[in-house]
């Protein structure tokens, strides 16, 4: 089954542009490193987020939804991204905020994604279930039966595993473009790496690649659990895109690669790696990368580089998914003197 069976609305501005990072190469002495600037998707300042919301909302307008609610941590892209996108196409928007980081300071509760979610009007709603996808799922349905009770059409992207990953299904553009831009510039890549939290974007490029032919290893850092439960999560979300384009069997346990190492302290906190990788990725590229995905993300990859665990002769290609309005939030935790 092609994508053009999936409802679709276009939100995101693609291709998205593919770049060499001459500069991040050089100082890490290591493989050729290309970023692709999935940051640069144009809606509420880009991010992944757009390629997943066009099959949600996709589906959501041909559900006729008046409203669309879905649920994420205080500082979440997806909410930011979720509001905009309802606010282009005329939705109501609900957003459920769960306060998974705890600790967090004034800025972190009111600037960055925080702001722009007032920005675009949506409801807010709080949410008392910590590191709970069942319970923030349930939470959220609750506040959608409450708008069918007053007539209301409520659409409800959800958080848990059960529930099918169409949002990953733009991650197999986003695959095919990786592959497009890479022979356009006469390049053979070695490794794709990757944010991988709920795992929607590791799942969509992977099943992107090998629906394309491709062997080629799809590398996720973990940004919220540990490398033996997403491991597991990224191998179910990726044979349930497989199932929904009607190729099971595409992808085998052999096919899931994560590493947890820049992992702790947990989800959305910071530590001396990705503080690094924010500040080098700044200053040597002008490329912004935040404390939450995309830092994490090239901490880890910087990390396994200088291990030797990512080969001197491969040509690397970092995802970036965004991000950078949190950046805002965690201002007081990143070491701008250094």
């Not at 800025?107 to 009007?121: F, I, K, Q, T």
């Amino acid at each position: 089954m092609s994508l053009s069976a999936f409802p679709r609305v276009a939100l995101a501005h693609t291709p998205t542009p593919f770049e060499p990072l001459p500069n991040l190469t050089r100082r890490l002495n290591g493989p050729r490193l290309f970023v692709k600037r999935d940051d640069c998707t144009g809606l509420a300042m880009g991010g992944n987020k757009a390629r997943h919301l066009e099959f949600y909302f996709g589906e959501a307008m041909t559900q006729e939804a008046d409203t669309v609610l879905i649920t994420g941590a205080v500082q979440s892209n997806f909410l930011r991204m979720t509001a905009a996108a309802a606010a282009k196409l005329g939705l109501a928007c609900e957003l459920q905020r769960e306060d998974r980081v705890r600790g967090m300071g004034t800025e972190y509760h009111s600037s960055g994604n925080v702001l722009l979610d007032r920005l675009y009007g949506a409801t807010i709603h709080t949410c008392p279930e910590d590191e709970d996808e069942q319970g923030a799922d349930a939470a959220l349905e609750k506040i959608a039966d409450a708008i069918r009770s007053e007539g209301g059409r409520p659409y409800v992207i959800h958080l848990g595993a059960e529930h099918p990953p169409i949002g990953a299904l733009g991650y197999i553009d986003a695959a095919r473009e990786i592959m497009e831009q890479a022979s356009h510039a006469g390049i053979q890549v070695g490794v794709v790496v990757v944010p991988s939290g709920s795992a929607l974007t590791h799942a969509g490029v992977l099943v992107g690649l090998r629906l394309l032919g491709q062997k080629i290893p799809v590398l996720g850092i973990c940004v919220r659990r540990d490398q033996a439960q997403q491991a597991e999560r990224v191998l179910k979300r990726a044979l349930q895109v497989a199932e929904l384009l009607r190729h099971p069997g595409l992808i085998g346990p052999d096919d899931v690669w994560v590493d947890d190492q820049v992992l702790a302290p947990g989800y959305g906190l910071t530590n001396e790696a990705t503080n690094a990788a924010i500040l080098l990725a700044a200053r040597t590229e002008g490329l912004l990368v935040d404390p939450v995905y995309s830092g994490k993300t090239l901490a880890g990859m910087i990390a396994l580089i200088r291990q030797g665990k990512i080969p001197a002769d491969w040509n690397v290609v970092f995802l970036h998914t965004g991000g950078a309005p949190a950046l805002f939030g965690y201002q007081h935790e990143l070491p701008l003197e250094s």
